[in-house]
């Protein structure tokens, strides 16, 4: 009786030695977003003051298209990576990174002639002739999904500032710093000179990304079963259905109402998804956790202990940001622009995002737990409604309420795809991924 309390009592220190740990981790992760999320709103101020309202709705297109290209380049094996990484060894992850190569090489190539063709033949912005940005656009994107793929190999790994650090913290450095330094030698900032830069940023991120997967990788005999192909392209329409969702305002708003109003949305967009960023350090802490849960049906209760109090960190964390966005927001929108320019227009819009970000974050990593429970089929259905609410009320408010209808509609769709995912988690898992 004595020896199993014993045991009982060391396992229970291990456990809250292994959540604080994850604690520390979420909050040095916290701490490099929200540095981060400063110096991206800095940029994003810098590029209204140096930059046409027009200009800046054309650069924020290519970018909202750019990442929703990330989804679909590489067909899936960026999720497949985040659940398969971290039992596959140098030569597995080898093996892994040369299919995700031949995937990205393929669907950038059908994937840029579409856009090509969508925007120069079919007026996919309104009053666009100079489509110099979308070649530039088209580079891109191939560098930038293989970073996005290295990224969820560091992820699966435990190796979280490595994958948050490029991304997160050293490209808005790297773009304000250009942006700022520039002009001081007379160079005119511009959205095709961004998407340069942005170039030049993605490359040394990708080749710092590879030096650290391999870095201190063991090596492991390669799986005997290696159809990554096919569980790649099972995962491939999650993350497109749910950027579609995410990004469907974005290509509305261009198409219905131009590419001044996109800029006001863009920015009141920026604004909301800091309101999310506690989601996001969550997933990027516990995703490793979930995938270990699911492959070595680790004990149930741990892993509760594990999520409760690191989703309600997270949820008090973006609650601050967006108390911050409802006190000072209409302020932070009003140094955006030059001349007679006026964001401020976007302060409702950006609140109802906030708030529809928040409802994200409290409910908890609902559509990553049943992607590495494989229901991937359940995640797909939730995300389908929501698209549908998604488009239906933006078909019917953008016409009459403008901006402020398209961030409404995004934040609907947020909450039937949350609400509907953790009902299927619930029960499918009995697992309760939420601050409650």
């Known amino acids: 009786m004595e020896k199993n309390s014993t045991i009982f009592i060391k396992v229970s220190l291990e456990n809250k030695s292994t959540i604080h740990i994850i604690l520390k981790s979420l909050l040095g992760t916290a701490g490099i977003f929200v540095v981060g999320m400063f110096f991206s709103f800095t940029f994003n101020w810098a590029i209204t003051k140096y930059m046409d309202q027009d200009e800046v709705g054309l650069f924020q297109y290519y970018i909202s298209i750019i990442t929703f290209a990330m989804v679909i380049i590489p067909l899936g094996y960026?999720?497949?990576?985040?659940?398969?990484?971290?039992?596959?060894?140098?030569?597995?992850?080898s093996k892994l990174s040369k299919q995700a190569l031949l995937a990205v090489f393929f669907s950038s190539v059908l994937f840029g002639g579409l856009w090509y063709w969508g925007l120069t033949k079919h007026n996919l912005v309104k009053d666009l002739t100079d489509f110099s940005g979308l070649k530039i656009a088209l580079m891109i994107i191939p560098v930038y999904a293989l970073n996005v793929f290295f990224r969820a190999i560091l992820q699966s790994q435990n190796?979280?500032?490595?994958?948050?650090?490029?991304?997160?913290?050293?490209?808005?450095?790297?773009?304000?710093?250009?942006?700022?330094?520039?002009?001081?030698f007379a160079v005119d900032i511009s959205g095709n000179l961004l998407l340069w830069i942005l170039l030049f940023i993605l490359v040394g991120a990708l080749i710092f990304s590879i030096a650290r997967v391999y870095q201190h990788t063991e090596v492991k005999e390669l799986p005997q079963k290696t159809n990554w192909l096919k569980q790649a392209l099972l995962l491939l329409p999650i993350g497109l259905l749910t950027t579609v969702n995410e990004r469907i305002d974005v290509v509305m708003v261009s198409k219905i109402l131009g590419k001044i109003d996109n800029a006001v949305y863009g920015i009141a967009f920026k604004?909301?998804?800091f309101s999310g960023f506690g989601l996001v350090i969550l997933?990027?802490?516990?995703?490793?956790?979930?995938?270990?849960?699911?492959?070595?049906?680790?004990?149930?209760?741990?892993?509760?202990?594990?999520?409760?109090?690191?989703?309600?960190?997270?949820?008090?964390?973006?609650?601050?940001?967006?108390?911050?966005?409802?006190?000072?927001?209409?302020?932070?929108?009003?140094?955006f622009g030059k001349g007679g320019e006026d964001y401020t227009v976007g302060y409702?819009?950006?609140?109802?995002?906030?708030?529809?970000?928040?409802?994200?974050?409290?409910?908890?990593?609902?559509?990553?737990?049943?992607?590495?429970a494989k229901k991937e089929?359940?995640?797909?259905l939730s995300i389908v409604a929501g698209i549908i609410v998604n488009i239906l009320l933006n078909y019917l408010l953008l016409p009459t309420l403008g901006i402020t209808g398209a961030a409404i509609s995004t934040s609907a769709s947020i909450v039937v795809w949350n609400l509907m995912m953790l009902i299927f988690v619930k029960r499918t898992t009995g697992i309760n991924p939420t601050i409650f």
């Not at 659940?83 to 596959?88: C, K």
């Open 377 to 380: 089929s359940l995640v797909m």
């Open 78 to 93: 960026q999720s497949l990576a985040q659940r398969e990484a971290l039992s596959l060894g140098r030569n597995g992850i």
């Open 283 to 335: 997933n990027q802490v516990l995703v490793p956790h979930y995938a270990k849960y699911f492959s070595s049906e680790e004990n149930s209760k741990k892993l509760r202990e594990k999520i409760k109090p690191n989703v309600r960190l997270s949820f008090a964390l973006s609650s601050f940001v967006v108390l911050l966005l409802i006190v000072i927001g209409q302020m932070l929108l009003s140094w």
């Open 271 to 273: 604004f909301a998804l």
């Open 159 to 184: 190796k979280i500032f490595s994958s948050v650090l490029p991304d997160v913290l050293i490209r808005p450095i790297i773009l304000l710093g250009c942006t700022m330094i520039l002009p001081l």
């Open 348 to 372: 409702s819009s950006m609140i109802i995002l906030a708030f529809g970000q928040l409802f994200n974050v409290a409910l908890g990593s609902t559509g990553y737990i049943l992607i590495m």
